[in-house]
């Protein structure tokens, strides 16, 4: 069985003793969901160990889309911008005393892990000389401004450039930020 992603790194293959009924289930939604039962064994041991340490290990959270939404909407327009510095702040020191350094790859990775974490659609466009990242409103308008300042103000922390920022989409926020090759 292959263990992880392989995009990053190359997999490491060990065996795994399951029951057979167990075997059975596996292989029947690994068809269902058009994979092998290997990569869906790999993805279900991945998601797994994910959850355990960001979510149990760290003391993270999770809330429900809806719950999200109501706290999210009643949040005055007019607060977003210092919402987010603060939570810039909060953010860069968790991820600094998770990683001890806090280099472009290693926010964007949080950044996206968290997110895919919790469900929710942020992505990142690699472009020639920067990266775009878009946030769909899945959740809120104001989650989606917040989400986009939060990061654009972690970037501009560790003195990343950003090169440009949009707030005013009917679906989704964006913000553009120039790829660097140094440790801040």
């Known amino acids: 069985m292959v263990v992880g992603d392989n995009t990053a790194t190359a997999a490491v293959q060990f065996n795994l003793r399951i029951k057979p009924d167990t075997l059975e289930i596996l292989q029947h939604v690994a068809k ?4 092998t039962p290997s990569s869906l064994g790999a993805k279900i ?46 953010i860069l020191s968790e991820i600094k005393s998770q990683e001890g350094k806090t280099t472009y790859d290693v ?16 992505n990142k466009i690699s472009q020639k000389d920067s990266d775009l ?20 103000s972690v970037f501009e922390m560790v003195g990343q450039t950003i090169v440009s920022k949009d707030y005013d989409s009917d679906d989704s926020y964006s913000l553009e930020v120039a790829k660097p090759d140094q440790i801040v």
Not at 32 to 35: A, D, Q
Not at 134 to 152: F, G, L
Request: hydrophobic letters at 40%; a positive charge.
């Open 45 to 90: 041991i991945t998601d797994y160990l994910e959850f355990y340490y960001y979510k149990i290990q760290r003391g993270d959270i999770i809330l429900s889309p809806s719950i999200l939404k109501a706290v999210f909407k009643a949040i005055d327009p007019k607060k977003i911008d210092q919402i987010s510095h603060i939570t810039a702040k909060h």
């Open 107 to 122: 926010l964007v990775g949080h950044f996206l892990k968290w997110n895919h974490g919790n469900h929710i659609v942020f």
């Open 133 to 152: 990242f878009v946030s769909k409103h899945s959740i809120c308008r104001n989650w989606s401004e917040i989400q986009c300042k939060t990061y654009a």
């Open 32 to 35: 269902g969901l058009n994979l």
